[in-house]
C-alpha cells in the first residue's frame, strides 16, 4: 500500500533577533576561488593573415601571442602549420587568469580545402576525452585540469560580400561542439555603411543555414540576461580593428592604426566593435561561457561517450563481463 504524501509546511524567511554571521558565506566563496584562481581557454579559428594574434593580445591588454604578420611587404606571410596551445597567467585586482589559447593553421588557402577543419574539431573534442577520462578515474584529483575549450573566436574576412561557403561549413560543425563568436577581422577596411550591410547580410546566412551561435537562452536564464543576450545577437558579428601600437590622437596615446581614411582608435566604439568584443568575452559572459560548455557542450559528449560505453558493454557475452 503506497504510503500518503505528507504536506510541508510553508518555508518561512525567519529573520534572527541578533547577527549570526551566514551572509558572509559569499565573502567565503570568493577567498577560495581567488585563491585557486580562474582558467579560460579560448581557440582561435580562421584565414591566415586575419590578425588572430594581435586580437587576442588586443583583448588582454599583453603580449600573449606572436604576431604572425610581415613586417614588411615583400616578406612572406608567416602561418601557423600545426595547432599551437599557449599557456599565461595573468592578474587583476588580485585576480588571477589562466588563460589558455589555442591558435589554429589559417585554412581555406588551399585549392583543396576539404576536411580542413577535422583537426579542430577533433583537438576540441579531445579535450572533453580528457576530462572525462580524469573524472572517471577511482582516485581522480580534487581539482581535474580544465583543458575543455570555453570559446572559439571564428574570423571572418572583411570581404563585404557574402561567406565563402567553406566558412558556413566550419561554423555550423564548431557550433556542435563549442561556443562560437564571429568576428569580421580588419574591420577598418570597410567603410561603415558597406560593415553593416556586411553584418546583416552574414546574420541573414547564419540563420538561412542554422547555425546556432553563442549566447544561448536557457530555463535558468532570467529575464535581464535574456535582455544582455538579445543585445549581443544584435552585435553580432563583432566587426573589430586589433592593435598592440599607440597612435596619437587629439594629444594623447590610445591604441589604434592608420588606414587610408585616417586613424582608427580600437577603444573608441564609433570606429570598430572592439570594445564591445572585450566587455562581452570578459566583462557580462566570461563565466557564462565556462558553465555553458560544461553544462550544454561537455555534458552532450559526457551522455553520448557512456551510452556507447554502456552498449558496448551490453554487447559483450555475459562471461566476460
Same mark, same amino acid.
Given at each position: 500500500?503506497?504510503? !500518503? ?9 525567519? /529573520?534572527?533577533d ?8 559569499t ?15 579560448? &581557440? ?13 593580445? =588586443? #583583448? ?19 602561418? =601557423? ?10 592578474? %587583476? ?17 588551399? #585549392? ?8 579542430? &574539431?577533433?583537438y &576540441? ?14 582516485m581522480?584529483?580534487?581539482? &581535474? ?6 570559446? $572559439? ?5 572583411? =570581404? ?48 538561412h ?8 537562452d536557457? %530555463? ?5 540576461e ?5 543585445s ?7 566587426? +573589430? ?6 597612435? #596619437?590622437?587629439?594629444?594623447? !596615446? ?9 586613424? +582608427?582608435?580600437? %577603444?573608441?566604439?564609433t570606429? $570598430?566593435?572592439?570594445?564591445?568584443? /572585450? ?20 555534458? !552532450?559528449? /559526457? ?9 558496448? +558493454? ?8
Amino acid at each position: 500500500m503506497a504510503a !500518503a504524501a505528507v504536506a510541508l509546511p510553508p518555508v518561512e524567511e525567519i /529573520r534572527a533577533d541578533s547577527y549570526v554571521g551566514f551572509d558572509t558565506i559569499t565573502q567565503q566563496i570568493e577567498h577560495k576561488l581567488l585563491k585557486r584562481g580562474f582558467q579560460f581557454n579560448i &581557440i582561435v579559428v580562421g584565414q591566415t593573415g586575419l590578425g588572430k594574434s594581435t586580437l587576442i593580445n =588586443t #583583448i588582454f591588454a599583453s603580449h600573449l601571442m606572436d604576431s604572425k604578420g610581415r613586417f614588411a611587404a615583400d616578406e612572406p606571410v608567416r602561418q =601557423t602549420t600545426e595547432i599551437q596551445a599557449v599557456s599565461h597567467v595573468i592578474a %587583476e585586482n588580485g585576480v588571477k587568469l589562466r588563460l589558455n589559447i589555442v591558435d589554429t593553421p589559417g585554412y581555406g588557402d588551399q #585549392i583543396n580545402n576539404e576536411g580542413c577543419w577535422d583537426p579542430i &574539431i577533433k583537438y &576540441i573534442k579531445d579535450q572533453h576525452s580528457a576530462y572525462l577520462r580524469k573524472e572517471l578515474t577511482a582516485m581522480r584529483d580534487r581539482y &581535474i585540469q580544465d583543458t575543455r575549450i570555453h570559446c $572559439c573566436l571564428y574570423f571572418i574576412n572583411p =570581404t563585404g560580400h557574402s561567406l565563402r561557403p567553406i566558412d558556413v561549413i566550419v561554423m555550423k560543425k564548431l557550433s556542435e561542439v563549442v561556443n562560437v563568436v564571429p568576428v569580421i577581422a580588419k574591420a577598418d577596411s570597410l567603410t561603415i555603411e558597406e560593415r553593416d550591410r556586411f553584418k546583416a547580410m552574414i546574420r541573414e546566412e547564419m540563420v538561412h543555414h542554422s547555425i546556432r551561435l553563442y549566447p544561448f537562452d536557457t %530555463e535558468d536564464t532570467d529575464e535581464e540576461e535574456v535582455q544582455l543576450n538579445e543585445s549581443i545577437r544584435e552585435i553580432i558579428p563583432f566587426a +573589430v580593428v586589433g592593435s598592440e601600437s599607440n597612435v #596619437i590622437i587629439d594629444g594623447k !596615446a590610445v591604441r589604434g592604426r592608420k588606414n587610408r581614411w585616417g586613424v +582608427v582608435n580600437v %577603444e573608441d566604439a564609433t570606429h $570598430c566593435e572592439f570594445v564591445h568584443l /572585450r566587455n562581452f568575452l570578459t566583462r557580462s559572459h566570461l563565466q557564462d561561457l565556462i558553465e555553458t560548455t560544461a553544462q550544454i557542450h561537455y555534458e !552532450a559528449f /559526457r551522455s553520448k561517450q557512456l551510452l556507447a560505453l554502456k552498449e558496448g +558493454v551490453n554487447q559483450r557475452p555475459a562471461g566476460d563481463r
